[in-house]
């Protein structure tokens, strides 16, 4: 569920500090003539059901083979197959209809600047108005995708050195063989009729404590399935997909000199290089009449497009025919009736009548390649009581970036002398631009760590060390899409409170990687066998932490000929990804273990973590301040076990706090502190053989997130992802 904020004036939060908001709205008016000046809104009140059916087969094999009593030599393969058959059902409740036609009643929260609840009905203007909402979608994809990795390993002990020498290849790919999207509304808008139906005579929303709940006239399903309402949205409906393949080569040389130079007892020296490729390929599959002319479409200025497709030509099945009701709702959201695709009916019927035809497009380009190369030396010691290492490692990244931004100028909705879609280029057209950019970054990365036994039972720990990760490849390389919303396209969806103008997404080719100088002291005492108790202080000094953001933005535009002129366009909202820097992540963790005779035992531990909000940038320009993404003022994990001959099992309950998400809005989302416990145990059915078992979830734990710390009324998502169980046998020869 996403945010907006409605308002003209500068937003503020509910203690009246300013917000830096980029989703501005007018004035809401319900039918009882009351007005709602200045309020956060949901743009749109989301609930959804995923259902997934996985199967998962894998082959290991490992070989080792000692010509001598010196030389070593090794091959290791890994190899899995993933299918996956998903659906997923979704009940919009989106901002069309936020005028006195429609919207009956607007709760708030005690502030009176969040609204907490809205309710429509197609009767509030006197006559049955054109609703449109709820709106039903829904997507179905089958897919499978392969992972094959191998590597060749060998291992030379001298007498006073240890070389090893590892070559390897991993490659994964995959993607949807099958894919689908439809969506329809509860109106019979666009179907030709004389006079509106709607399926829904009512529809609302409300954000309680932890979770949304949604509510739709009883009689919708009903009505779908008796041909009232249910206008098929032929714009919401494709069968699009994304392949991809990634391949990475790596190759890495180890040698350990034995030297014993007094407190100096290991030089450890080493290189590696490896060279990964992400390619990515979007398709369509269009289904087209059996007496369609493809080679003549080919052949055509404009080629096949997604007007020749079934749903654009009066081929998308009708809702009395493939609408159901979706009843696996076990958390997340509540709603009283959810209407859904049934999936089988709706593809057999397309799939009867028209031919699918599928293509790669070519325009769209999205690949990244990686090379990376480091260098480490190190020097293990070792005097007395005490032992520790000191290295440095040197990396060299070098990123190649190419992908296709996409710019959709949608241009007009509706003829407005026929009331019909307006089709082809009157529509909308595409413009595609390729970007390429390459990055090269070194960094030198030391480290020192130190441990002294003080005494039999006691030992001291500490370490300093700078550390780097790259940012993902789908942070780096995510295509931007840029859509435009022309004043014609706007005023025919006003009832729609369509806005023209820029908006967008996409990736931030020039992220950094991320960096942390951290540094730990930390005291363990083992008072028994199996036994510790201890504590760690630690502090980090990070940069280059990746936020998520939803910014407005500026960026220079070469113009498109009658339509936009070149200059410096906003677009609002944008969705993309920045760098945080100068956070400092600063706490302590203490532990406890205890192991008895019997076989029980027990393990907990407890971290304390404090940060600061550190800024965030694009290119060098502030967008905000973040929390450190990911962290949580404290964390902590308890586990009971029992370890016997004959079988094992641990129970395990976590425990995180508030946790810092992102920047959307001006504002921070944060999730809320979640708990979960785990049941895992094992049991040893002969030699070799043995049962395992798994509940994660036991305790059915749902995710909350809000926008903004200073209310919990600006509830953002709840999600619950499921009890789950798992089993299985293990082999070991």
């Given amino acids: 569920m996403g945010s907006e904020m409605c308002i003209r004036d500068r937003p503020t939060d509910i203690n009246g500090n300013a917000v830096d908001n980029n989703n501005g709205w007018d004035v809401i008016n319900d039918a009882g003539g009351n007005s709602y000046d200045g309020v956060w809104f949901p743009q749109v009140v989301r609930g959804s059901v995923l259902n997934e059916k996985r199967e998962r087969e894998g082959i290991q094999f490992s070989s080792q083979w000692r010509p001598t009593n010196r030389l070593e030599l090794g091959f290791n393969y890994f190899g899995f197959t993933l299918g996956q058959d998903r659906t997923e059902s979704v009940i919009d409740i989106p901002e069309w209809s936020l005028n006195p036609d429609f919207l009956t009643d607007v709760n708030l929260d005690e502030s009176g600047t969040i609204v907490t609840g809205m309710q429509y009905d197609v009767m509030a203007s006197g006559i049955e108005s054109d609703m449109q909402f709820p709106w039903m979608r829904g997507s179905y994809v089958r897919e499978e995708s392969t992972s094959d990795t191998f590597d060749f390993n060998l291992t030379y002990e001298g007498d006073n050195f240890k070389a090893r020498f590892v070559i390897g290849n991993t490659k994964s790919e995959g993607g949807p063989e099958e894919s689908w999207e439809a969506a329809y509304k509860s109106s019979n808008a666009g179907e030709n009729a004389a006079t509106i139906h709607n399926a829904a005579q009512t529809a609302g929303w409300s954000l309680n404590q932890n979770n949304v709940s949604l509510n739709i006239d009883p009689n919708t399903l009903v009505n779908l399935q008796n041909g009232v309402g249910g206008g098929r949205d032929a714009g919401s409906s494709n069968s699009s997909f994304v392949r991809s393949e990634l391949e990475e080569d790596y190759y890495q040389a180890d040698v350990d000199f034995y030297v014993d130079w007094g407190f100096l007892k290991t030089i450890r020296t080493g290189a590696k290089y490896r060279n990964s490729t992400l390619h990515r390929e979007t398709g369509n599959t269009f289904f087209l009449d059996p007496n369609f002319d493809i080679a003549a479409g080919e052949a055509s200025e404009q080629g096949i497009t997604r007007f020749d497709s079934y749903q654009w030509n009066g081929g998308m099945p009708l809702a009395q025919n493939v609408f159901t009701s979706e009843s696996n709702i076990v958390g997340g959201f509540d ?125 001291i720990r500490g370490a300093i060390a700078k550390v780097m990760s790259r940012p993902d490849y789908s942070d780096l390389g995510a295509q931007q899409r840029i859509t435009f919303v022309s004043d014609e396209w706007a005023d025919d969806r006003a009832a729609f409170n369509e806005q023209p103008g820029f908006s967008g997404s996409g990736g931030n080719k020039n992220l950094k990687p991320f960096e942390s100088v951290q540094a730990d002291l930390s005291i363990e005492y083992y008072y028994s066998e199996g036994s510790a108790v201890g504590l760690a202080l630690f502090h980090k000094k990070v940069d280059n932490f990746v936020v998520p953001l939803v910014i407005d933005a500026e960026q220079s535009f070469a113009g498109k000929n009658n339509i936009v002129d070149a200059g410096t366009i906003n677009i609002a909202p944008y969705s993309t990804v920045g760098n945080g820097t100068d956070a400092v992540s600063k706490g302590a963790e203490i532990f406890i273990q205890h192991a008895f005779d019997n076989g029980f035992g027990f393990y907990a531990n407890y971290t304390y973590n404090k940060t600061n909000k550190a800024d965030v940038t694009i290119n060098g320009k502030e967008f905000g301040q973040s929390a450190l993404i990911g962290s949580a003022k404290y964390q902590y994990n308890t586990s009971v076990y029992y370890e016997g001959d004959a079988f094992n099992v641990r129970a395990s309950y976590n425990k995180r706090g508030e946790t810092v998400l992102g920047l959307n809005s001006g504002l921070n989302v944060y999730q809320d502190p979640y708990e979960q416990v785990d049941v895992n145990a094992s049991v040893n059915l002969y030699e070799g053989l043995s049962l395992t078992a798994a509940v994660i979830n036991l305790t059915k734990s749902e995710s909350v997130t809000r926008l903004g710390d200073d209310t919990d009324a600006r509830l953002l998502n709840s999600s619950y992802s499921g009890r789950r169980y798992y089993a299985g046998f293990n082999y070991s020869f």
């Fill in 335 to 459: 709603i009283n009736q959810m209407p859904s695709i049934d999936w089988n009916k709706y593809r057999d019927m397309v799939t009867a009548s028209y031919v699918p035809y599928t293509r790669i497009e070519d325009n769209f380009v999205y690949d990244i390649e990686e090379k990376i190369s480091a260098f480490y030396i190190q020097g293990d010691f070792e005097f007395s009581e005490v032992r520790g290492n000191l290295g440095v490692r040197v990396v060299q990244t070098k990123t190649f970036t190419s992908s296709t931004d996409l710019y959709t100028y949608q241009l007009d909705h509706t003829n407005d002398e026929t009331g019909e879609p307006v089709t082809g280029d009157a529509r909308f057209v595409e413009d595609y631009q390729l970007v390429t950019q390459q990055n090269k970054d070194t960094q030198v990365l030391p480290s020192f760590n130190i441990a002294w036994d003080a005494t039999d039972d006691l030992v």
